[in-house]
């Protein structure tokens, strides 16, 4: 099988796991099992609290002693498992420790992805920066399926949403044993240093200002992800609580609105080798961040009638927003870092963003919404997303003063061939 068909199959189960369940949760929290709104922020830090410690750990086990390929289809049966049992918790906190277990497992799987289909590609001779994001786009697709798939069949509030995920996380475990080998890169017989044996080295990247800087903005960037995965579409099928919007086409099929973003996501990740090339690294997070801006104020302002625009406008912004960052700044990772840390390197981006970033960001929104933003009446969505979009304007304008970086037109084209 061409090695790129392989590669799209992969990316498509990686995130068809994730769509199945992660934008429709809160309904299942809120509407099925009624449970505490206060508690429901600490759901979404578990992605964060797995990927602190698991991607990087898992990142140097690749480098090191397993094949990534192998150690990424072993963590996917095992999420997978766990996934299954889900839908037999009935106490929120029994339900935030298995789904903590379950994305243990799940959160290492995002970068080790990204180190075989960037070994894969290489070994073909094939150009990463031009070839990956089409492949990646396929990713965003397998969540848009999955979203239409649960919204579709009924099940945005139901526990099915999660035996689907399971399903899939089993199938791409069985299937990563076929992947290309992605051998590990050190020699474990070289006498080396306890820092280096372990593969701490990786953490020396924080020396860096730059580097540095990129981690720091990345934390940031990723609590503002974790915002909208977190409350997107509970806040629209919140409108069915104004008896005017209770029937409409957005209350119904939110999940699908909602799926208008990841749907915009595959056209801005096509888009990236030209913005790279064109603007450089640092314009590029730049314009992510002001699309943020412009993802949560839309979302303030929209409605199901006459804002309705404003709603399908935030979607598509946020293609831009999520694209922009997470696919360039793994490119800019890979290109940035010695081959022999690599995967240790995403691991520790992965950390930054979906780690210490969605911690920070979903228990400070938890708190914040339940209490300053929340009444007998409701959640005043307006002024949440307003509060949003502040922070992330405060965000793009401290990175377009700190963030130092000179374009080079062929700086990632010649880092990769290197």
Not at 185 to 190: I, P
Not at 386 to 412: R, W
Request: hydrophobic content about 50%.
């Amino acid at each position: 099988m061409n090695v790129k068909l392989r590669l799209i199959i992969m990316n498509f189960l990686q995130f068809f796991i994730w769509g199945a369940w992660l934008i429709t949760v809160a309904n299942y929290w809120f509407g099925t099992k009624g449970w505490d709104g206060a508690d429901f922020g600490a759901i979404f830090s578990t992605m964060g609290i797995a990927s602190i410690f698991m991607p990087t750990i898992c990142g140097i086990i690749a480098d090191r002693w397993i094949n990534a390929e192998k150690l990424y289809g072993i963590l996917h049966v095992l999420g997978g498992l766990t996934l299954l049992y889900v839908p037999m918790i009935d106490n929120p906190v029994s339900f935030f420790w298995v789904i903590l277990l379950a994305m243990v497992f799940y959160m290492p799987t995002i970068a080790l992805s990204n180190s075989v289909a960037y070994n894969a590609l290489k070994k073909n001779g094939l150009d990463v920066v031009k070839d990956f994001p089409p492949i990646r786009v396929w990713g965003t697709i397998g969540f848009i399926a999955a979203m239409w798939i649960t919204n579709l069949s009924g099940n945005k509030a139901s526990e099915n949403q999660f035996y689907i995920a399971a399903v899939a996380a089993v199938l791409l475990g069985i299937y990563s044993f076929t992947l290309p080998k992605c051998k590990p890169q050190h020699d474990v017989s070289e006498n080396k240093s306890f820092v280096e044996l372990m593969g701490l080295s990786s953490f020396k990247l924080f020396a860096n200002y730059k580097l540095a800087l990129f981690f720091i903005f990345s934390m940031f960037l990723g609590a503002a992800l974790q915002l909208t995965n977190a409350y997107g579409d509970v806040y629209l099928d919140d409108f069915k609580l104004i008896p005017q919007y209770a029937d409409s086409f957005v209350v119904k099929y939110s999940t699908i609105i909602m799926s208008i973003s990841q749907i915009s996501e595959t056209l801005f990740i096509l888009a990236i080798p030209f913005f790279l090339k064109r603007y450089g690294i640092k314009r590029v997070m730049l314009i992510s961040m002001i699309a943020w801006v412009l993802r949560f104020g839309l979302f303030a302002y929209g409605n199901p009638e006459g804002g309705l625009w404003m709603i399908i406008a935030s979607c598509i912004v946020y293609g831009m927003a999520f694209d922009f960052f997470n696919i360039s700044g793994s490119l800019f990772i890979e290109t940035s870092t010695d081959s022999k840390i690599r995967s240790s390197a995403q691991g520790l981006f992965m950390m930054m963003t979906n780690g210490f970033g969605a911690i920070f960001g979903s228990l400070v929104s938890g708190y914040l919404i339940d209490h300053f933003f929340t009444t007998s009446a409701g959640k005043d969505w307006h002024n949440i997303w307003l509060t949003f979009a502040i922070y992330s304007l405060v965000i793009a304008i401290a990175f377009a003063i700190l963030f130092k970086h000179k374009h080079d037109p062929n700086e990632i084209k010649k880092s990769i061939s290197h």
